[in-house]
C-alpha cells in the first residue's frame, strides 16, 4: 500500500509531520513517497504540480495532502500559483467527490461560535462537488470595448457531472439518517436549476431517502440557526467550499476538520483519493507552532478508512483526537496552549 505525501506550504508540512508520526506508530505495511506541491514546488521546479509530483500521485493508492498556498506567489500567473496544485490533482485524478464531515466533538460545546445546546446537535457531511462550476470554467480579466476591465468565470454543470454526485449524495445518506438535503441557488441561476433538476430525477432511485432542496444564501443561515436540522448536505464546488469552512467554526474551529476527495477508481484496498484538511495554509500561523495537526490527523484517518480499508486504523485514530479534545489538550485555535508537536505528542499518548 502506497502513500503518496504532499505537505505543501505554510503550516502544511508541521501538520504533515505529526499525522507521520500517527502512521508510523499503527505499524501498518504502507511505503510513504514524497513530493513537492504548491509554492514549495513552484520555488524548486518552477511549477505547483510538477510532472514527477503527478506521476508520484498516479503511482500511489492514496494521497495525503497538507495545503497549498503562499503570499510571494500571489502575483503569479494563474497557472502558476501554487492553488493549481490542488485543483489539478482533483481534476487530473478525477476525484469529484469531497466529503467533508462535521461533528461535534465532546466537550467543546462552549467552544463553538454557536450556543451550545444549538452546537451540540451537529452530525453533518457536507458533499461537495469537485471538478466542475466556477472553479473550472473558462475565466479571464479581458478589457471592454469602451476600456473598462472584466473579470469572468463561467459557472457550469453538465448533467452527468451533477448525476454521479448526487448519487454519492443519496448513498450516503442511505447509510446516514435518510436524510439528503441539497443547497444550489435554483431561484436565480440556471446552473442551479439543472442541478436542482438531476438531484430531482436522481431521487427516483432512492425512495428511501427524504430529498429537500435549500437555496444558499439561506442554507448558510440555517447553518448557524440550527444546524442539527441537516445529516448530509450535497451541494457544488463553490457553495460547498464556502458551507464547509461556516461549518468548521460551528463545531469550534477549522483546524479540526478533514475531508476526502473520491473518485471512481477502485484500488486493491479502497477507493482513490486525496486526504487533506479543510483549511489552506495558514499563512499568518506558519513557522510559529501553533497550528492545530488534528484536522490532518483526521484526514490521515479518512485515507485509512476510504483508501487502504484499514477501519480498525481509522477508528483508533479518531478515538484518540476524541479523547485528546475531551482531556483539554487544545490548540490556540481553541483557546488553549498546546502547540503542534505537543498535540501530536498527546494523540499519540491515547492511541
Ligand atoms: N486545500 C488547500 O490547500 C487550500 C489552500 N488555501 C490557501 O491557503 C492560503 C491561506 O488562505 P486563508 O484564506 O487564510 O485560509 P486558511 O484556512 O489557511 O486560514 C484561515 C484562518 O484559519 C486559521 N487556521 C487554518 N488552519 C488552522 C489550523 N490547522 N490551526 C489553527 N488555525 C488555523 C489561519 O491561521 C487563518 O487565521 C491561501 O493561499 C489559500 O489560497 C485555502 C484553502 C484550502
Ligand atoms: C484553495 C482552493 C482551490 C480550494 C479550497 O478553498 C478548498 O478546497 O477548501
Ligand atoms: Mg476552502
Known amino acids: 500500500m ?17 499525522a507521520l508520526r500517527v502512521l508510523a506508530a499503527l505499524e501498518l505495511p504502507v511505503e510513504v513517497v514524497h513530493g513537492d506541491v504548491g509554492g514549495a514546488a513552484y520555488h524548486r521546479h518552477g511549477h505547483p504540480l510538477p ?6 500521485a498516479q503511482g500511489a493508492d492514496a494521497l495525503l495532502f497538507g495545503a497549498v498556498g503562499d503570499p510571494t506567489c500571489d502575483n503569479l500567473e494563474r497557472h502558476l500559483r501554487p492553488e493549481q496544485a490542488i485543483l489539478g490533482l482533483r481534476s487530473a485524478l478525477g476525484l469529484f467527490a469531497n466529503l467533508r464531515p462535521a461533528k ?52 457550469s454543470y453538465a448533467e452527468d457531472e451533477v448525476r454521479r454526485i448526487a448519487h454519492v449524495g443519496f448513498r450516503a445518506a442511505q447509510g446516514r439518517s435518510g436524510k439528503l438535503c441539497s443547497v444550489d441557488k435554483a431561484n436565480v441561476l440556471e446552473t ?4 436542482r433538476d438531476v438531484v430531482i430525477e436522481v431521487a427516483a432511485e432512492y425512495p428511501d431517502v427524504a430529498l429537500t432542496h435549500m437555496y444558499v444564501d439561506n442554507a448558510a443561515m440555517q447553518l448557524v440557526r440550527d444546524p442539527g436540522q441537516f445529516d448530509v448536505i450535497v451541494t457544488g464546488n463553490l457553495f460547498g467550499d464556502i458551507l464547509s469552512d461556516q461549518a468548521s467554526m460551528c463545531v469550534g474551529s477549522i483546524g479540526l476538520l478533514a475531508s476526502a476527495a473520491l473518485g471512481e477508481r477502485q484500488m486493491a484496498h479502497g477507493t482513490l483519493g486525496l486526504f487533506e484538511p479543510i483549511h489552506g495554509s ?6 510559529t507552532g501553533r497550528a492545530n495537526p488534528m484536522a490532518m490527523i483526521l484526514s490521515l484517518a479518512m485515507l485509512l478508512r476510504h483508501a487502504l480499508g484499514q477501519e480498525d486504523a481509522a477508528t483508533r485514530i479518531e478515538a484518540a483526537v476524541a479523547v485528546t479534545l475531551a482531556d483539554g489538550i487544545k490548540g490556540g485555535d481553541l483557546g488553549g496552549t498546546a502547540g503542534t508537536v505537543a498535540i501530536g505528542d498527546a494523540v499519540l499518548a491515547r492511541l
Open 2 to 18: 502506497k502513500i503518496a505525501c504532499l505537505p505543501g506550504d505554510g503550516i502544511g508540512p508541521e501538520i504533515m509531520a505529526e
Open 51 to 56: 510532472p514527477e509530483t503527478l506521476a508520484l
Open 104 to 155: 461535534m466533538f465532546a466537550g467543546l460545546e462552549d467552544l463553538s461560535a454557536l450556543r451550545p445546546e444549538v452546537a451540540g446537535a451537529i452530525d453533518l457531511l457536507i458533499i461537495r462537488e469537485l471538478n466542475g462550476d466556477v472553479y473550472f470554467g473558462e475565466k479571464a480579466i479581458r478589457r471592454l470595448d469602451d476600456g473598462r476591465r472584466q473579470g469572468f468565470d463561467l459557472m
Open 192 to 195: 442551479s436549476q439543472l442541478w
Open 282 to 287: 495558514a499563512p499568518d500561523i506558519a513557522g
